[in-house]
């Protein structure tokens, strides 16, 4: 029921939903300039051309491949470069030297993804409609991690270009509403009192099980009981407004507010991570001149909006500016039931920032990870990272869903992320 | 009711508890030389004469001084030195660089604790019995943390000792049981056929509240309820046998049983840590000689016992022989149900070995800090680490509770760690 | 007289010389993809991109500003970015962030070169062939700077191609020669039997004084006098086959060849560094496969050819080869003497390789750096490198002389370097 | 000829000498604390006690095991920790893990020294003053390893007792001038007005032959001729005072006074290296307070004396002084002929500062380097380093000759180091 949206992939036509998302990656690079494809300014961005082929390099290993579809690699490198991360599927590259490879090119790399889109689609039509349930199921873990990377294309473009000292333009918002079909990251009014959403104590249901949707990760399975005790969460984000009065009063000079890790990391990672002489003691993307607070966009450098939520944080930002406020921040489990009462994520608007919880990233009661390789693809990150809940302005439309479960470590704030807060109620 | 243990401490009388627990700390670093209380082999240990102090720093900061009794420092350095991390308390020495400090000498520290045990004895007793509450919760928080640190002594002591090339033996073993009163670790011997403890599914109470205990963490609070589905829990640990068999197995070479981070771990860190010419494809302190498989103890080289429980592994190795064994690690509230069920800690005999949980560590629901110093000693430290419980043999007696939550990062297999194994029950 | 080679600079039309020198450098990177003149895969290798602009900066900052030419910098950030080490000129980027900048284009940095040769020609045309002598000066440095930069170019081209798994050729042997105009690395047949030059002991001068000759730098100068004991240095250099034998010798497994700092460079560096799975134990760039040897050239993969002299072995290879040979390193003083009465460097022909000596990079008896920005081309460096003599295979024919003081750090061999040996006379 | 103070060791008692010599090693330790012998806070600094053991090993290990004179290892791990780094002689522990060792202690150490002296001097006695060559040849450079580390003792000593907040004092002025019979520092007071001497150019002889002299290292040989052009050179050392005024002039933050990579150093490792919270732009061991300069020394901190010696620089602060100055550093000929001509050495009053040399450390003309083990004693490390000449006051009385070439890398100050200055003189 809470899940209806994405509910819709189900009646989708298949190909056609294939040849939609493939095409979509390629509108999000396509205003980039053949030189922002290759580089890797940190070792956690990927180049925009490695994200291209290894989305296809999925389908072809994951797909063609074991079904013995003709689909030959342009080179013999071809699987090492463009396996992410799946020790069962052989060598692969070091992910902090893909902006190492100069080749293959771009153009190189969008002729392999026409290419295989092309045997794709062909091979799926040739099902007449009835693909296999098997084939079905890998297809829509393809699409699904495709539109992960939709928007970690994003999010790596915007560190990209804010790693040139010129702060160049990704694109107008024209091009982000209407091509890439972006929400402007609406201004987060506050509500005037300040609302919240209160829980009652007791036993609720949480995740999903496999078969009750047309897709979802195995890390948001199985649907299990939890305990929560009563709990009041705030309706509305935290917004750069509210940031700024944190860091006005000492945030970020002030150790009681954090973590002891969040402390070394302010101290410390602060001075050597991210472009180089910028003030560190802010979000992400934060610039000051002339006393006047601006944000670096995918469409350039903008007036800080007081209003908006703010993005960019990393986990210890959150943890700290939610001690200063005088509350905390949700569990995953909260921010569920939360979702789940006030539909929070029904309507077509998605949520404008992935919101930090409480929650260490841990396998759910009961969970199973995949035996074959895909057990590959959640469950061994379940270590040192922390639950992120909601969406954000870039999620691919349809992409989120309440037990959507996305995860990044304590200090990354590259990712759209923000907040919202919680408390105890008693 | 399941703690009933460590409420001794509440009819103790406390000027003889102080005195007690002050000399055991001296009669753990009684067998040592001058040279083995003065170095640091790893960021991780610190040396045994920086324990003496800080120890000893504790109690002059956290109780003579807020009290106006009259204890100068032996010189003016001692503060920055002897603090460990508290930030409201002033500058802090680095700890990695605790092993550059010759001075002050083992001696001046010794005369500085006894110094100060004569003051503080001597305040007690002015108190006549009637020590106030707030006096008698910092002298409990102080004793305990002492406790902590008796401890982290010999943990120290074994990695101290274990570096130097001639492995040379800490004390013997009649003097281990009985000047420090450690158990032998217990031959655990396998129940044949090896028997479980099952749960039914319910919500459950966890934890305690802080007036509940003569002493408890602040991490250990409050008492609340979780809801646990069905599982079994085995009543044997993990053997130095079973764990050879995952050696045997490939174990090591394997990665389909790791965490991702536990594989980045097998392969670089392995080589780069702990004492360097030593296979790290074992526990830590395995040797093999000879074809013959040896252990590193307090008691210096044994023939490795196969029915002991396995030592010295960190979370990423006890997540990876659950995988492998085809079982997983037990959640900690799933240890604590099991614990409060079988009476585990009620005995004497304490558990032989910390057990790895499958749980972060985090605040339990309705956690607050302490609004003080002490408000640092747990709570900062809530990210990045994993929830151990039980004990082990080099516990204090009368320390480790049922609720007890210790926290290790996961890549550290310094302390006494094993594991135990669950599974779902349905 | 033995510097008539570069000489014929002093005839030259300047401003011809100046549009065929920079048209040469963009020969170079007109066979190269986009992606190629992005990224860098060592810290010590520049993206070919900058190499075109910073080159162009040194014409804009160094000639066209001072003499108020108007030339407006495409953006503000150029300065900044292609500035490359000069303190006194202000900001420069991070040597090893080169690669982390995907803007400027290369097309608008291609753009910006045409824009300032179109100025600048038109600039020394105005001077109607009577250019003054302190811009002539200026002049003649910026383009011995960009003959640099176009060695510097083919090495880092070479290493960026090699970076790829796919190996991917830089260009046909066709362009290498007739584009290009480079020589084929002439196989260095060993004369037999292997022939060498004495010399008798005495005082000699070495060196040249500024106004000898059209151009020189500064670390060439002044002209002094030297007393050299007798030596033999051979008049062939070391080949492949040679090398092989030294290998096959255990030259890389046994320490008393090497110095203390490249013994610790083949125990530890050797791992970490260049391309990753490769065998480090021999020269860069060469591969067994099937266990033949090849070498990665400009032209793509080649058999290794005996009888071509060694390349890319850095200074404490050449120490230990010449070590194992029974012989030792000419100190650039013989390597002078010798060239001057061989006329090694007068032919078209220029060496092979640059020849590692044993001589530390160090100011000559009377040396003066330049007072202004220029003292910072070659003096700052004079400590921790190593003299090379010579020239080079990709070296810009009229570039090298025989007073040539090329320097590189003993631990890199991306350069072209090889060696010849020298043995004392008596 | 003006080397006549170190033939001295020519007429020696062998035994009598030996003994002298290594009761004046323990002369050196005996006002430690234990504690103060085990620490090493940077990895260039060696443990006391190791210094203690390594030169015993040195006896044992090339004089009493090649002549089969009985002297067992007190454990079989003598051999790998106290080999320094002679490749030849078998594996070594790693140099930055000497700390690491609390084991042999103190106490053991000495008693092995006080075992293999009581062997030594019985064996040497059993010749009856007539030792053979070979032997005395070995035991010499013994007693001149020993030397060496006496004075590397005190400078490790120095830095050790450094590293603690504390400050402790060494020794008293009393301790240091009739035990140890160290040269107070002489205030070098200034001649005024300032006074240098005059060479002319032509060829002289540099270096000694092994022959020559009763000892000297191989990296001093052979006699060799050498052109050197006309020069001046202070006859007096920078002083306190005079570093101060560079100091105030700006010259840690004017870049055009230092080499490229000294630059480098004064910007970043400056603030890694060393005891923590110093300020690093000073010479080591300064430090103030209430506005007044104090300098560490053995016999604590005292107030700076403007007149004496600049000391604990290092290399890249003596070349940025010379160029502030106006002037250069002398190469380590033309300190060798200004030596040889005012008799520097000659007196029983020692250089208060080894002076730091333009001259790379490089092997002489003719050098060879000796074909055993002792061949690694010194050639290894002719690469990255700069020479030194002089002596310095903590220089075991007799130790250094004219000839003697010390060296250290660039970066590195925590020898007794300063400088005199020089210029070209026509």
Redesign the interface.
């Known amino acids: 029921m809470q899940n209806t949206v994405s509910r819709a992939l189900d009646v989708c036509d298949l190909p056609a939903e294939y040849r939609r998302t493939r095409q979509h990656t390629e509108a999000i690079v396509q205003p980039l300039?053949?030189?922002?494809?290759?580089?890797?300014?940190?070792a956690f961005v990927s180049p925009p051309?490695w994200h291209l082929a290894h989305t296809t390099w999925f389908f072809v290993n994951f797909l063609l491949q074991p079904h013995n579809v003709h689909c030959p690699w342009p080179?013999?490198?071809y699987p090492?470069?463009f396996n992410s991360?799946y020790?069962?599927q052989g060598n692969h590259?070091?992910q902090a030297?893909r902006?190492?490879?100069?080749?293959?090119?771009?153009r190189e790399i969008l002729q392999f993804r026409h290419q295989v889109d092309a045997i794709m689609i062909d091979w799926l039509n040739r099902f007449d409609g009835d693909i296999p349930p098997q084939i079905t199921e890998v297809l829509r873990l393809g699409l699904a991690h495709e539109q992960q990377h939709q928007e970690l294309l994003l999010m790596d473009i915007k560190y990209?270009?804010w790693?040139?000292?010129?702060l160049?333009t990704y694109a107008t918002s024209d091009y982000l509403s209407s091509a890439l079909r972006l929400p402007a990251v609406t201004t987060a009014l506050r509500s005037e009192p300040s609302s919240s959403w209160q829980s009652t104590c007791g036993?609720y249901d949480f995740g999903v099980n496999r078969d009750e949707l047309a897709f979802c990760f195995d890390n948001e399975t199985p649907r299990?009981?939890?305990?929560?005790?009563a709990f009041r969460i705030t309706t509305d984000l935290v917004t750069n407004g509210d940031y700024l009065d944190f860091i006005s009063d000492g945030g970020y000079v002030r150790?009681?507010y954090?973590?002891?890790?969040?402390?070394d990391w302010v101290q410390a990672e602060a001075m050597r991570s991210e472009a180089?002489t910028r003030d560190t003691h802010t979000p992400l993307y934060w610039l000051q001149r002339d006393a006047q607070w601006f944000e670096f966009g995918l469409d350039g450098l903008q007036p800080l909006s007081l209003n908006a939520p703010v993005m960019h944080i990393n986990?210890h930002e959150a943890y700290a500016y939610a001690r200063w406020s005088g509350k905390r921040l949700p569990?995953e489990y909260e921010w569920e039931l939360f979702a789940q009462h006030t539909h929070l994520l029904t309507s077509r608007a998605c949520q404008p920032v992935w919101q930090w919880t409480?929650?260490?990233y841990?396998?759910y009661?009961?969970y199973r990870a995949a035996q074959d390789a895909f057990?590959e693809y959640n469950g061994?990150?379940?270590?040192?990272q922390m639950v992120l809940r909601g969406g954000c302005s870039v999620t691919p439309a349809g992409h989120a869903r309440i037990s959507y479960r996305n995860f990044y470590y304590?200090h990354q704030r590259w990712p759209f992320t923000g907040l919202r807060l919680a408390e105890?109620a008693d």
């Open positions: 300039e053949v030189e922002d494809t290759v580089v890797q300014p940190a051309k080179s013999a490198d090492l470069l991360y020790k069962s590259w070091q030297q902006g190492a490879l100069s080749r293959p090119t771009l990209i270009l790693s040139n000292p010129g160049p036993i299990h009981k939890q305990w929560l005790s150790p009681e954090w973590l002891s890790e969040g402390w180089h986990f569990t409480a929650s260490p841990s396998a009661p009961g057990g061994k990150f379940m270590i040192n304590p105890d």
